[in-house]
């Protein structure tokens, strides 16, 4: 597992993907760059809104990419110059961005889901994540419901398929853009649970002060002589306890000094009681 998962990270998973900066000058006709902070007008849960979105991709030349919508239909996407742009498709729920490079001994996979707004698609996520995208995935199990994020500290489960089946016993490796690194092992259902590292160095009050991190996991397959790498990317906010635990931290202690201080009166008392008969 060690050599594996060592191997990993030495070779970087090939096909990467980042947050594209904003435009050096706004236009409003331009593509949103997903920051996480909330777009100019539109909904923006989930760093995004009803327009496209951009990201960078490294290592992706000649790759194919699918844009997976909410009713499973799909679109080939190209990207240029290291850029990607997601189109606005008019549905709201889940899209899967899947970006396949094969290197002909090894296949490495890059998969993203990402929410975008729209009309009602009618369809539920599992459907998306249900779907069979490429040979090996690991698929949110579950995926984060609107209106809520991977959060540090909190608990999320994935799970490893190929070619759909779930697979049990394969090293997974879950790294953080803070530098955090964790391991583990699928269990018999092909399942394995992090505790998403509660890593960065500075929190603010507030979920708009905190740019969100990146987040990925990793697995590897090895069939008939072929290696499938495939990585999981998605962003992750500091955990609310932070800031939202700051008032009860100071009741807890205001109300800690009240008690101690009546039953330090109450003893005073006592003792008085006792001198004085």
Not at 98 to 115: A, C, H, M, N, S
Request: aromatic share 8%.
């Amino acid at each position: 597992m060690k050599t594996l998962l060592a191997g990993l990270l030495a070779s970087g998973c090939c096909v990467s993907v980042a947050l594209a900066q904003p435009p050096a000058h706004g236009d409003a006709a331009a593509p949103a760059a997903e920051t996480g902070q909330k777009p100019a007008g539109g909904h923006a849960g989930h760093g995004g809104g009803r327009r496209a979105k951009m990201l960078m991709l490294a290592n992706a030349d000649g790759a194919r990419i699918t844009y997976w919508k909410p009713d499973l239909t799909r679109m080939e996407l190209s990207a240029e110059h290291g850029h990607l742009t997601l189109p606005p498709t008019g549905m709201d729920n889940y899209h899967a961005l899947v970006v396949e490079q094969d290197w002909g001994p090894e296949k490495d996979t890059l998969i993203r889901y990402e929410y975008s707004f729209g009309k009602p698609s009618g369809h539920s996520p599992a459907e998306l994540t249900a779907a069979v995208k490429t040979e090996l995935e690991v698929v949110p199990d579950p995926i984060p419901r609107e209106h809520y994020r991977y959060m540090a500290a909190d608990r999320w489960s994935f799970l490893v398929r190929y070619q759909g089946q779930p697979l049990a016993g394969t090293p997974v490796l879950l790294a953080t853009s803070q530098g955090s690194r964790l391991e583990a092992v699928t269990d018999a259902a092909g399942r394995v649970t992090f505790r998403l590292p509660d890593d960065f160095p500075e929190v603010e009050a507030g979920r708009e002060n905190n740019t969100p991190a990146e987040l990925s996991v990793t697995a590897s397959h090895r069939e008939d002589g072929l290696e499938f790498v495939t990585v999981l990317t998605a962003p992750y906010h500091a955990d609310p306890a932070h800031w939202q635990s700051f008032p009860t931290g100071v009741a807890i202690a205001g109300a800690g000094f009240l008690v101690g201080g009546l039953v330090g009166f109450r003893r005073r008392h006592d003792n008085k009681k006792r001198g004085s008969a």
